[in-house]
């Protein structure tokens, strides 16, 4: 059909709506026209399909019936819908007979041409085979009386309809013209002069909810307004499509009960705080689930900051033991809320939680979550989870974490050991005073005492609060710092940590501290970090092993999701529900204008700052040569002699009188040694380079002119902890220090001396180093389960012989 309006009248139809106009042309190609007056059939029931058609003007009805001559589908296309689905999909006779109740113009597609258009462009038929809208529908609890194949009924009666913050869906006094379930999105239901007392307005709903139903089951007006609060996008159901499904599913009129969510809300001890109005609020960003019978709500390891509330039917609740089996760990009923930890705290899951009946969820995220917060900030702190989770949130992120890293512990030192190293400051103190108080000519000796040993007592205060201990979820770290002379931090990733002892004696077991040892595979250097004095060890060294089964549990839920995704790409994605998270989408931001390029003064400070780089980014390396000041000390002597023969050099050719061809041959030789000295020294410091990649860490040396190389490379799969030093109050003040690598190889350890910003680089090396082995994981899991497809499809030609 060569019409040049062919691209725009295709593009009309939301199946169309993300073609481009290349792709809608080649679409074109296959479209004729074809018009039919009221009363007409199009197609009947059992006839071989032979066109797929678009339904461009009039309306269409499309009746089912089974063997006995009941209808058992009924669906109403319009102007932008599509009808003889099937069609394409599984080529079988028309399951229905449509009949035109509207004069329609069709844009009508053989049915070979179809299929070739379906070859050429595979989201078409994941539109048309609605399983992505099943899925959907599936989980919300509105139609869990429907058989599978009454969803895809119910999905082709339905459209999917958006709307924007802000727009208005229907107005108070109108007459109903369609029902409304929501998919994502937030809708507020109001009522202009309602009077006190009656029922509560507004109404937030959102996703899995549903409005519009009142008037509709008692024919009357619109009793409220209905109102885009966020961009909503909508399941709609005419009038005739809202009756056909009262019709299919008697239960229905029963579940058009929406489920109290303030009397759930109100229950728990998280939101019990709230008044009535701010209750009514928050109820606008929990959504409505369904999960059915042998639905995973979700798995141990997973990462889903989302609370939960059991409406109806039961739940079982599974852990992994140390010798990775599943048990079960509790059983939930109707009323029970759990997630409060990953609500608040971003973890991950430490069990796993299994319908056993039917259920019904009410959920909140956290970006939900935060989107109330947002808006009422006064009820954050009526908010109050267990006393445990309420501890950890006041552990505050630490600047060298990683955003989606969480600190689970931290902890200074036992007071035994401020009071162990306070002991002779404080006895030198109580002889300071008594000195002082002495009447006698010792009186300014007494009150010099009493000054130092009250600086040494609170020196060694302040040093005790200095150095701490961290658990996170991702690793153990142990700092040491003396303020403004020296800092460590020795660190090892939970995967790494091979034991965990604890030591205690006599006078540790009397007052409650001990030793614990966190032992890695390292050969070489650090092999463990150490916990010294540390009160109650034994809680210490559980939450490591907690944090330890969860980083594990995250692996094996890794594995499971390779295998679903094979069998998906085997035998094709099943059916399942599809809950989204967050229920409210938050508002993409305004993209920021993109920053003008560097000026000239810019680009000339770069080209100047050229010879002296400590720190470059390249492609997916990052690459550091040693500080500035280890560079002055190496050429500030060859430096202060090249200075000095210059300045002698030049007195000399500016003074007056005759000038002697030996003294100026004199200099140049003194100045030449001199400055191959200060450019060997230059160049030395330059070429001494350390550098990460996306998968390993390089040290190279190299003396000038190539009389010396050396390279030391390590992957990442064998470092085992990283730790930093900064060795004095100098390197403190500039800032630089030693990164210490250990391995588990025959490297042993590699060194970077002298970095810039050693906390910065420990960061770089453990950011790498965690996107490394997470994608090591996924290849190996690739890998391993490539085959899987095979495998089934294998199985099934033996079972059918």
Same mark, same amino acid.
């Given at each position: ?48 399909? @032979? ?40 080529? +079988? ?216 509330? /059991? ?26 809320? /759990? ?25 909140? +995220?956290?970006?939900?979550? @935060? ?26 992120? /630490? ?103 604890? @030591? ?238 250990? +391995? ?53 030609? +033996?079972?059918?012989?």
């Amino acid at each position: 059909m060569a019409d040049a309006t062919i691209e725009e009248r295709l593009n009309r139809f939301p199946l169309f709506r993300d073609f481009s106009q290349d792709e809608l042309a080649q679409v074109g190609q296959f479209v004729e026209e074809k018009t039919f007056p009221s009363g007409n059939t199009v197609f009947r029931q059992g006839e071989p399909a @032979d066109f797929f058609y678009l339904v461009e003007e009039g309306a269409i009805q499309e009746t089912g019936r089974d063997q006995a001559g009941t209808v058992i589908l009924r669906r109403k296309a319009e102007a932008g819908d599509f009808v003889g689905r099937r069609l394409p999909l599984d080529n +079988t006779p028309r399951r229905t007979t449509a009949t035109v109740v509207r004069g329609a113009r069709l844009l009508a597609i053989r049915a070979d041409d179809f299929r070739t258009l379906l070859a050429m462009f595979p989201a078409l038929r994941e539109q048309l085979d609605r399983k992505r809208l099943v899925n959907r529908l599936l989980a919300i609890p509105l139609f869990s009386a429907f058989s599978r194949e009454q969803l895809f009924q119910v999905a082709d009666l339905l459209r999917v309809v958006e709307y924007p913050a802000g727009q208005t869906i229907f107005r108070q006094g109108e007459m109903p013209d369609a029902f409304y379930v929501i998919d994502t999105g937030q809708v507020r239901e109001s009522v202009a002069g309602a009077a006190p007392g009656k029922q509560a307005w507004p109404k937030y709903l959102t996703a899995g909810s549903f409005f519009g139903r009142y008037s509709l089951l008692n024919n009357t007006a619109r009793r409220a307004t209905a109102e885009a609060v966020s961009d909503a996008v909508l399941f709609r159901f005419d009038v005739d499509a809202f009756r056909w499904l009262l019709q299919l599913q008697p239960a229905f009129r029963r579940a058009l009960r929406r489920p109290d969510l303030l009397g759930f809300l109100r229950q728990t001890e998280v939101f019990g705080r709230l008044e009535e109005a701010e209750l009514r609020h928050l109820a606008g960003f929990v959504g409505l689930a369904r999960f059915r019978t042998e639905d995973i709500l979700y798995r141990q390891g997973e990462m889903d900051p989302t609370f939960y509330i /059991l409406c109806e039917g039961e739940a079982l609740v599974r852990a992994r033991d140390e010798e990775e089996r599943e048990r079960p760990r509790g059983y939930l009923k109707a009323g029970a809320s /759990l997630g409060e930890t990953s609500l608040f705290l971003m973890e991950p899951r430490d069990v796993t939680v299994e319908a056993t009946t039917d259920t019904t969820w009410c959920y909140l +995220t956290r970006q939900d979550f @935060d989107q109330f917060l947002a808006l009422r900030p006064e009820v954050a702190g009526r908010v109050l989870p267990r006393r445990e989770v309420r501890i950890r949130r006041e552990l505050r992120p /630490l600047a060298w974490m990683e955003p989606e890293e969480r600190l689970v512990f931290r902890s200074r030192r036992h007071w035994f050991f401020l009071a162990y190293r306070l002991s002779i400051p404080v006895i030198l103190l109580l002889v300071a005073l008594f000195v002082f108080l002495l009447p006698s000519r010792l009186t300014g000796l007494g009150f010099v005492m009493v000054v130092v040993s009250a600086l040494w007592v609170i020196w060694r205060v302040i040093d005790w609060l200095n150095d701490y201990y961290f658990v996170t979820t991702s690793r153990v770290a142990h700092r040491e710092k003396v303020l403004w002379i020296r800092e460590s931090r020795d660190e090892t990733p939970l995967d790494k940590v091979q034991n965990i002892n604890v @030591d205690r004696g006599l006078i540790g077991n009397l007052f409650g501290f001990g030793t614990l040892f966190i032992d890695t595979a390292a050969t070489v250097g650090a092999a463990r970090v150490t916990f010294t004095y540390l009160a109650d060890p034994d809680t210490v060294q559980e939450i490591i092993f907690q944090q330890m089964t969860r980083v594990r549990a995250g692996e094996e839920l890794e594995r499971r999701q390779v295998i679903r995704d094979k069998l998906d790409e085997s035998v094709g994605a099943g059916i399942h529900p599809t809950v989204p998270r967050p229920a409210v989408p938050m508002a993409t931001p305004a993209t920021p204008p993109s920053p003008l390029g560097p000026g000239l003064v810019r680009q000339i400070l770069e080209l100047l700052n050229t010879p002296f780089w400590i720190e470059r980014r390249e492609d997916n390396r990052v690459t550091w040569r040693k500080h500035w000041i280890r560079l002055v000390g190496r050429v500030w002597l060859p430096g202060l002699i090249v200075a000095i023969l210059g300045l002698a050099v030049c007195f000399y050719l500016f003074s007056a009188g005759e000038k002697s061809l030996g003294i100026s041959l004199f200099f140049v030789g003194l100045l030449l040694p001199a400055l191959g000295w200060l450019w060997w020294n230059w160049v030395d410091w330059g070429n001494d380079l350390y550098s990460v990649t996306n998968d390993r860490i390089i040290d190279s040396e190299a003396l000038p002119l190539g009389f010396r190389t050396r390279r030391t490379e390590t992957r990442f799969d064998r470092i085992q902890n990283v730790s930093f030093d900064i060795p004095g109050p100098m390197a403190y003040v500039l800032n630089y220090g030693t990164v210490l690598i250990h +391995t588990a190889g025959v490297e042993g350890r590699l060194d970077f001396v002298y970095v810039k910003d050693p906390r910065k680089v420990q960061a770089e090396i453990f950011r790498r180093l965690s996107v490394y082995e997470e994608e090591q994981r996924r290849l190996q899991l690739e890998e391993r389960w490539a085959d899987l497809p095979q495998w089934f499809a294998e199985y099934d030609r +033996t079972y059918r012989s």
